[in-house]
């Protein structure tokens, strides 16, 4: 993408409603604009961010045996009438009327709706185990939204609903997610810590959130600082092996993890003092089994091999994968900017001209830029005509992981500069051994 083509709208100062760095530095770089309190525009470049997020989240669910779909953001009263919630889910919920007067509603779950579309087809334990999920748009009216993406009232979430016809089964369905989340967020750099989460009036202990440890979270949390050097499950591993799977769940559930609402100050005072963390953190997924709650009142049976017939197990799995963008600049930036982390920066590698309009420097940066672009590197041309200071700030506020820095100075030595973001580490190389480099 050449610059002068591109659609950038750069911001020198951060509006003032923006309190934390990740809302700051995302409205600065021209990724997102407010519509209204908590609604968000995605501009190109926040909108690139999103779609790797979401890539991996897929990537993750679909090793993981979950299948994609996708449901829609309007749903009817009715189905939520039929499992209870539609009174009970309050003030968060935006409802809305058709022009016959039909009460709907923008989902901020969907839960009832899958549950809907299982009874409709699936009637045999024969068609088990099932995870469904999709990437969809939510709504809910948060109190407070703040913090940019980081608690919108549009938001995006990729939700998965898991059904098996009995409660070992659910187990193994819930692991898989568990191990899923943890290469998910694994593989976008961050560290995600599983914390057992309430499991309100079903009970048991099959519910954790996966926290990410920052200052500017809002939940408060307690874990065991070991969580921090464990290594994330191998990308081979065989989602349909029971026993390896829970033996990653167990060890990732060994030390002490739990939120505020989940805290045992006394387990909490056995774990060693200097390996005690209690922190904020940043809820970015959260899984969920609860059994026969919306399959029983929404009769979503099965027949067992025995000929009985009961209703389906299920769980709910989510991740925000918009609340993730937000998460990952509170992790990976500096006062300069943004320092994403390759797998989901917006572009990969950042070709600075220093000197617009100079004739060598043009073409050798028109040869890297058509040689990256052919070995498939999101490749961001700077190519307007600003100062170098002005080109190296956009490129550190949007956080390119990699820049190329053209200048008659070094081409006068047969060299080009390649600079790395994460760290600032510098290099002096030929133009071939740039393109070799980041290819
Ligand atoms: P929170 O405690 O932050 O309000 P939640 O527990 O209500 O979140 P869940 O119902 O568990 O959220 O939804 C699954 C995931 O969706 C969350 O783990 C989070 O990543 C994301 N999410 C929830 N609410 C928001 C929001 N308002 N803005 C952005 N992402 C959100
Ligand atoms: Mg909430
Ligand atoms: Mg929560
Ligand atoms: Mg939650």
């Known amino acids: 993408m050449r610059l002068s083509k591109y659609f950038l709208p750069i911001l020198r100062e951060a509006p003032r409603e923006a309190e934390i760095a990740s809302h700051k530095l995302m409205l600065r770089a021209g990724m997102i604009r407010q519509e209204s309190a908590g609604i968000y525009a995605f501009l190109p470049l926040g909108l690139r961010v999103l779609n790797k997020v979401n890539a991996i989240v897929r990537e993750e669910q679909n090793r993981a045996g979950a299948i994609e779909v996708l449901m829609p953001t309007i749903q009817s009263a009715d189905l939520w009438r039929e499992s209870g919630r539609y009174d009970a889910y309050g003030k968060e919920m935006l409802r809305i009327k058709d022009r016959h007067e039909r009460e709907m509603l923008y989902g901020p779950t969907n839960e009832e709706m899958i549950t809907e579309i299982f009874r409709a087809y699936v009637k045999s334990y024969k068609d088990l185990p099932l995870n469904l999920y999709h990437i969809q748009w939510k709504f809910r009216d948060e109190v407070r939204p703040r913090f940019g993406l980081m608690r919108g009232r549009e938001f995006l979430m990729k939700d998965a609903y898991s059904?098996?016809?009995?409660?070992?089964?659910?187990?193994?369905?819930?692991?898989r997610m568990f191990v899923a989340y943890l290469r998910t967020f694994a593989r976008m750099g961050l560290k995600a810590i599983p914390m057992v989460a309430d499991t309100g009036p079903i009970g048991g202990n099959l519910s954790h959130e996966f926290i990410i440890l920052a200052s500017t979270g809002e939940s408060e949390v307690f874990c065991h600082k070991d969580y921090l050097d464990f290594e994330m499950p191998e990308e081979g591993i065989d989602f349909d092996d029971r026993a390896k799977l829970q033996g990653v769940v167990d060890r990732w559930t060994s030390l002490y993890a739990a939120t505020s609402e989940k805290h045992d100050a006394d387990a909490f005072g056995k774990v060693a003092g200097d390996r005690q963390v209690s922190a904020r953190g940043i809820e970015v997924g959260h899984i969920f089994y609860f059994g026969t709650k919306y399959s029983e009142p929404m009769k979503a049976d099965v027949t067992h091999p025995d000929g009985s017939v009961k209703p389906v197990h299920m769980g709910s799995y989510g991740i925000g994968p918009s609340r993730l963008v937000a998460a990952s600049i509170e992790a990976f930036h500096d006062d300069a900017g943004i320092k994403w982390p390759e797998e989901i920066a917006p572009f990969n590698t950042a070709i600075l001209n220093l000197k617009q309009g100079d004739g060598m420097t043009g073409e050798v940066c028109e040869q890297i830029y058509r040689a990256l672009n052919a070995k498939g590197?999101?490749?961001?041309?700077?190519?307007?005509?600003?100062?170098?200071?002005?080109k190296f700030a956009t490129t550190d506020l949007i956080g390119i992981p990699h820049q190329v820095i053209v200048g008659p100075?070094?081409?006068a030595n047969g060299k080009v500069e390649i600079k790395h973001r994460a760290d600032g580490s510098r290099e002096e190389l030929g133009v071939d051994q740039a393109i070799a480099k980041l290819s």
């Open 163 to 175: 059904f098996d016809v009995d409660y070992e089964s659910a187990v193994h369905s819930y692991n």
């Open 377 to 390: 590197v999101d490749t961001l041309y700077h190519d307007l005509d600003e100062r170098p200071g002005a």
């Open 409 to 411: 100075k070094g081409l």
